[in-house]
C-alpha cells in the first residue's frame, strides 16, 4: 500500500464532505488517522482553556489561538491538530486558508476517555523534537496538568497550583483547579 500525501487527506475530506461526513483527520507517517469525537469532559476542559488563553493572547496580540481542528503540517509531513494550539504573532503574521506549515509553540493535549497516555506522550515528544516550545497534557482522570519543556523534565501541577507560560505568555496565570467542569447544585436550576 502506497503511502498518503496531504493532497490524498484533502481528497478524503473532501469526498466525506460531499456525502455529508465531517471527520476530523490527521496524517501521520503516509496513513490517514480518523479522530473520533472527544467525551464532553475533554471538550469543555478544551472551551475553557482556549477560552482564558485566547482572553490573555488577544488583547495583547502575542499570537493566535487555535482549537482541535486547527491543523499543522510538520516538518516530517504529518498533519497534526492539537486539542489546542498557539503560534506567536512574529511567526504567523496572518492565518492562511489551509493548513498551517509550521510547528505551534505551544500545543496542549487533553485526556479523552478514549486516550492512552503512552500515545498522547508520544505525539507530544514528537512535537518537541521539532521545536515546540511548550507542550501541555491535561489529565482529567488524575486532575494533573503536565509541562514539557524540551530541555527540562516534566513539571506535574495539580489543583492547588497555577500554571505558568513565562517564556510565552508573561503575567498568564491559570489555576488548574479552574479547568474542571462546574458541578452545579440544584438551588442554580
Known sequence: ??????????????SLSEAGLDYQLELV?????????????????????????????YPRRLGRVFDSAGGFILPDTNLKAP?????????????VRYFAELVPDLVVEIKSQ????????????????FGVAVAILIDPDELTVTIYRPTEEP???????????????????????????????????
Not at 486539542?83 to 492565518?95: C, K, N
Not at 478514549?114 to 523534537?129: C, P, V
Not at 498568564?172 to 447544585?185: A, K, N, R
Open 29 to 57: 507517517e503516509g496513513k490517514i488517522e480518523i479522530m473520533g469525537p472527544s467525551d464532553i469532559v475533554s471538550s469543555e476542559i478544551g472551551v475553557t482553556f482556549s477560552r482564558l488563553l485566547a482572553n490573555w493572547v
Open 83 to 95: 486539542d489546542v494550539s498557539f503560534v506567536r504573532a512574529s511567526r504567523l503574521r496572518q492565518s
Open 114 to 129: 478514549s486516550d492512552r497516555i503512552k500515545a498522547l506522550k508520544k505525539k507530544i515528544n514528537q512535537f518537541l523534537e
Open 155 to 189: 513539571i506535574v501541577l495539580g489543583n492547588e497550583e497555577i500554571l505558568t507560560i513565562p517564556e510565552l505568555f508573561p503575567g498568564w496565570e491559570l489555576p488548574i483547579d479552574e479547568l474542571w467542569p462546574p458541578v452545579f447544585s440544584e438551588e442554580e436550576d
Open 1 to 14: 500500500m502506497s503511502l498518503m500525501t496531504i493532497k490524498d487527506l484533502e481528497q478524503v475530506q473532501k
